[in-house]
């Protein structure tokens, strides 16, 4: 698993264990904990090799995770993403779960026919437009959501080229719990997290996936048919979990796009540039 110390590394270090698997982490800075670890860089073949000598499958994590100028974006999402793939393939390894992101597609409107209502893959009305299916076209909403959109390229690639495995998870918000409006319709809690990577590690029905990674939000705008198709069963909702009873707010009141906020105008990279030139003053 590449980035084990990270955000969502740290979680699955923790729950993929108790669901039985075996995890050999590998990041920059392994986090000591109760996993295996081997320290490296993703964009070091050697490193790779070392770390994916004898391991049945890639759980790719690691990377940068939101939008950034593009030398760091090349370095982690661009080359960093080939090197794994490329280890993966050497190492005999057939199968990768990759995390790509909502903001692959994040100026896509949330759902198709645009306004917000109950997920369609429940009983719903008729008159309820579909929720997203997670294989809608690429329409990255930044330089971080391309390099998202690489990834799932390179995925297709090695299974067409190479008859490997890829799951593309379009993770939407993981937290612990939804932290405003549109988490409630993308939050993906910790837990299901782990079930999703779990049913892509263990299901014989793989090939080319792409999966929103949700939970089974009551609000969601995105399908859980590719998902269920694999055997995810997520068991979480952000709607009993939202920690101040009193915000009523509802995912209706979210951005109208699939990215959200990354889809403003501020989210351009030249503002993503001066944000960060003055925090780094
Ligand atoms: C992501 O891909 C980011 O890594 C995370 O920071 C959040 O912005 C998340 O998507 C989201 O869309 O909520």
Known sequence: MTGSSGRIGRSRAKLLPAMGWQLRGFDQQPASGPIEQVAGDITDPRALDRAMAGVRAVVHLAGQSTEAPWPVIREANIEGCYQVFEAARRAGVRRVVYAS?????????????????????????A???????????????????????FGEALGRYYVDRYDMQVACLRIGTFDDAPPDARAMATWLSPQDCARLVDACLRTDRLGFALVWGVSANRDRWWSLD????????????????????????KA????????????DPSFGIDEVLQRTREESR
């Not at 994040?106 to 109950?118: I, L």
């Open 101 to 125: 992101s909502n903001h692959a597609v994040g100026f896509t409107p949330r759902q198709q026919g645009g306004a917000s209502s109950p997920a369609a893959d429940t009983p719903a009305l």
């Open 127 to 149: 008159a309820d437009p579909p929720p997203l299916a997670a294989d809608t076209p690429v329409r990255p909403d930044t330089l971080y959501g391309v390099s998202k959109a």
């Open 226 to 249: 590719a998902g269920h198709a694999l055997g995810y069963q997520p068991l979480d909702d952000a709607s009993l979990r939202r920690s101040d009873p009193a915000d009523a707010v």
């Open 252 to 263: 209706q009141d979210a951005p109208e796009r699939v990215g959200g906020g990354f889809t």
